[in-house]
Structures are given as C-alpha cells and as structure tokens.
C-alpha cells in the first residue's frame, strides 16, 4: 500500500514565488524521483536522485535525496504559470526491483 | 525517445461491461505497469509486468486482470466494470539499465456508469 507521505497537498501561489514540497516516510529508499503532471496528461520525469544528500537541479527545479535516505525534498524557484500542475514524489526499495511507490501528489496552482 | 500509446483518452462503460484497455510501447521496454489515478491517492498500482507473459498483482489487483502477449503491448482488462472502478488509468514502461524513471501514456478516463 501506499508508504509515501507527500506535503502539501495542494498549494495556490502568486506568479514568482518560491514553491517547496516534500516526501516522507519510514521505509528507507534507494532512489527518489519527482515527476510533474500536466493537466490531461501522464506524468513526466523532471529530477531522479540516487545517494543520500544529493541536490540535483534541473532549470528552476531543484530537488535533493534525504540523508536518512527516508524523505525528499523540490523546490521551485520563482514560479510562472506554465509550473502548474500536480507534483508526485516516487521512491524505489533496494528490494523492489522495478516497481515505483509514489506519494498522493501535490496540486500547484500560480496566479499571474 | 520512448512513446507510450494509451489506445483511447476517454472511455464511457456500462455497469457489467467487459473492458479492455490497451498500452504499446515502442522501445522494447521490459517492464510494463497499470496505474490508477484518484484524487488524494496518488497513484496506486494495479499489475505489472516485467516480461512477456508474466505478470505481478500491484496494491490494487481486484477487478483486474492483465494480459501480455508480445512485448510491446500491455493490456488492463476490468471483468465485469463496476462504478468504482471510475478513475483515470495510466499505462507506464521502464527499461532495464540507466534510471529508475518509469514512461507514462497520457492516460485513459474511464466513466463506468
């Protein structure tokens, strides 16, 4: 079942805002991802993230692997309209295999 | 890049219908999976599977099968559709190797009325 705490759940900000969200949870993992939904559409890979206390950027997006390997964290730097969307955080257990667990999903929406 | 093909965006079914959903990927993608979308939930998976006919129960199997007889095609089957089975359903493919990033079609709406 679903193991993955994701925060906040939805979130309404003005054009140029800094935008953070978050993924826990009390299983560790060995790779995190962020993935960005568009309305109408499949979700899309944005950041994947593969050691513990890795930042990695991607244009305005930056998102980083917990050190306890138990969270993960994305930041949007200076929001436009085109970020909105719904954000899902994915983990992978060393045991897993292939299979992804994602968090609920996190709803933005920027007003210009 | 990988194209996943999700073969209808909209479905309308009755109660009691038989459904099949299908999924074609075009880069010989090993691993192949059935999510679905509900509002607060996420993304809960249904089956997956990691070769042509095997298959693995996801979180949520009930209701469903799965049917993969070549490679490049995955196939969600709903037995009899149920009102609760409203959702919208994603298709996904992972190759081995490389990252753990999965591919997702654009997705099927499902209305079971």
């Known amino acids: 079942g679903q193991q993955l705490n994701q925060s906040p759940q939805s979130m309404f900000i003005q054009e140029g805002e800094d935008v953070s969200m978050n993924c826990t949870s009390s299983?560790?993992?060995?790779?995190w991802l962020w993935y960005k939904q568009e309305p109408g559409e499949g979700p899309v890979l944005l950041i994947a993230?593969?050691?513990?206390?890795e930042l990695t950027s991607n244009g305005r997006l930056t998102a980083q692997f917990g050190i306890t390997r138990k969270d993960s964290f994305l930041n949007i730097s200076a929001s436009i309209p085109s970020d909105v969307g719904i954000y899902f955080c994915?983990?992978?257990?060393?045991?897993?295999?292939?299979?992804?667990?994602f968090g609920e999903g996190t709803q933005l929406t920027v007003n210009p | 890049d990988v194209k996943v093909t999700q073969s209808s965006r909209y479905l309308v079914k009755r109660t009691g219908e038989k459904v099949f959903l299908e999924c074609v990927q075009d880069m010989d993608h090993e691993n192949m999976f059935w999510y679905r979308q509900d509002p607060g939930l996420g993304l809960r998976l249904i089956y997956f599977s990691y070769d042509v006919k095997m298959k693995e129960k996801g979180d949520i199997p009930e209701g469903y099968s799965v049917s993969r007889e070549k490679k490049e095609r995955f196939s969600l089957i709903l037995e009899s559709a149920s009102t609760n089975q409203t959702s919208m359903y994603l298709c996904?493919?992972?190759?081995?190797?490389?990252?753990?990033?999965?591919?997702f079609g654009s997705g099927t709406r499902l209305t079971v009325v």
């Open positions: 993230l593969y050691k513990a206390g």
């Open positions: 299983s560790i993992f060995n790779t």
């Open positions: 996904a493919t992972r190759g081995t190797g490389g990252h753990y990033g999965y591919t």
């Open positions: 994915a983990g992978r257990k060393e045991t897993s295999g292939s299979r992804l667990t």
